[in-house]
């Protein structure tokens, strides 16, 4: 379980593929004297398992799942990534909470300048679409964020220099694909609403 407020940045130190799944090595980011094997940490919003320890960072194995559902599949070494620890009982939550579990991935359509930040205007398909609610929260590449101006197959979001300083979202360019998780409630909600799932 995680809060979708990004601890640290860290970057691909290497990934590769290996038949159908994949091993991911990070570097930086957080103190790898901290780390514990089997721990789970928020990489762009997916939740891994720390396998290794490396002197830098950490080793994780990706699933075949994983890599169809999400963008880390296209990662390249030297590309920086989210983390976030999992939460300990008492942190604060300062974010919504988050699985981990990607749900879909979307694509940036446009990225205008709003103030002193951005905002970002993302597609998804539209199955996604229900668990999306202006004011609501969604994860973004791991960062919690409040939606606005939410359709059937889009949403916008606002984003302060803040976040665009300590995420990946400042690298990000019209174009990019993104991971998207919904808000836990919402998910709950819709299926509780809907349980053969239509």
Request: glycine letters at 12%; proline letters at 3%; aromatic letters at 4%.
């Amino acid at each position: 379980m995680f809060s979708g407020i990004i601890e640290a940045l860290g970057h691909v130190a290497s990934f590769e593929l290996r038949g159908g799944d994949g091993v991911l090595t990070v570097e930086g980011g957080i103190d790898a004297a901290e780390l514990v094997l089997g721990e789970s940490i928020a990489t762009n919003g997916v939740c891994l398992t720390v396998r290794e320890i490396t002197t830098s960072g950490f080793i994780a194995d990706l699933s075949t799942e994983t890599l169809t559902r999400s963008t880390l599949a296209g990662l390249v070494a030297g590309a920086r990534l989210n983390l976030e620890r999992s939460l300990r009982v008492g942190d604060r939550i300062s974010g919504h909470f988050v699985f981990g579990h990607v749900d879909t991935v979307g694509r940036i359509v446009s990225l205008e300048p709003e103030g002193e930040g951005q905002r970002l205007t993302i597609s998804h398909p539209a199955d996604f679409g229900r668990y999306v609610a202006d004011k609501g929260s969604v994860a973004i590449d791991g960062i919690s964020l409040t939606v606005c101006d939410p359709s059937h197959d889009q949403f916008s979001i606002a984003v302060i220099p803040h976040t665009l300083e300590a995420t990946t979202l400042g690298d990000r360019r019209t174009g990019d694909s993104v991971n998207l998780e919904a808000d836990m409630l919402a998910r709950y909600a819709r299926r509780a609403l809907d349980p053969a799932g239509q």
